[in-house]
């Protein structure tokens, strides 16, 4: 079992709120990513970490963003929310680059913005 | 970069039938391989995964191949069970240690 945690799991909220998407793992990695994934299930990595202090933008251009003040939290700000953002949004973690690069999924935040 | 293509999106099968998905991958630095499964409303997990000095690995009723030269690689999975419905992804791990999915295959068991 990953012990990697999102919350919350569902969130319905209006246009223009601030949101945080919390994730948080419990083994000690050093890499951390924000997947949006949309209906039609395609994965798409809009940001990831190398270690405490390190954020980096992903493939796929985001207004959200991320901090890493602490190794086990991963925290996704959007500051002000729009229907466009609605999707769902995967949290993961891996050990650093020497090794396999196995990345362990959190069970998502399902975002609706209305 | 790294562009992983997969096929088909959509796969239905009927039990105890074996099914077939594959990938094909551009970049000819990449060296890991990995499949992963996703079950509605979790977050995808990995299942199996093989590195470039290796042609073919088996666990259970899964098995993927890899074919280097033709920069393709595929998932089996033979005597499927209703359990085996779930979206599964392919990825490659490219030269820059960047992981790069496939676009996912829903996967349908027919009972």
């Known amino acids: 079992e990953a012990d990697i945690y999102q919350t919350p799991r569902y969130l319905v909220i209006g246009t223009g709120k601030k949101i945080t998407l919390e994730c948080s793992q419990t083994?000690?990695?050093?890499?951390m990513y924000w997947y949006q994934q949309d209906p039609g299930m395609e994965l798409h990595l809009i940001h990831y970490?190398?270690?405490?202090?390190?954020?980096e933008k992903g493939d796929l251009s985001s207004e959200s963003t991320v901090s890493r003040i602490r190794t086990e939290h991963f925290p996704l700000t959007l500051e002000s929310a729009r229907p466009s953002h609605t999707s769902q949004y995967l949290c993961?973690?891996?050990?650093?680059?020497?090794?396999?690069?196995?990345?362990?999924f959190g069970e998502g935040s399902r975002l609706t913005v209305l | 970069g790294e562009n992983v293509e997969q096929h088909p999106s959509t796969l239905s099968v009927q039990e105890g039938d074996s099914a077939v998905i594959k990938c094909t991958y551009s970049?000819?630095?990449?060296?890991?391989f990995p499949w992963y499964k996703q079950e509605l409303g979790k977050g995808p997990q990995l299942i199996i995964d093989?590195?470039?000095?290796?042609g073919e690995k088996k666990d259970q009723r899964i098995a993927v191949t890899l074919n280097k030269t033709a920069k393709h690689f595929s998932l089996h999975i033979t005597e499927t069970q209703p359990e085996d419905s779930a979206v599964y992804f392919c990825?490659?791990?490219?030269?820059?240690?960047?992981?790069?999915f496939g676009t996912g295959t829903r996967l349908t068991i027919i009972p």
């Open positions: 993961a973690s891996s050990e650093g680059f020497r090794h396999t690069g196995e990345l362990f």
């Open positions: 083994m000690g990695h050093d890499k």
């Open positions: 990825a490659a791990k490219g030269g820059n240690e960047k992981l790069t």
């Open positions: 970490s190398y270690g405490v202090n390190s954020t």
């Open positions: 970049d000819s630095a990449s060296n890991y």
């Open positions: 093989i590195r470039s000095n290796v």
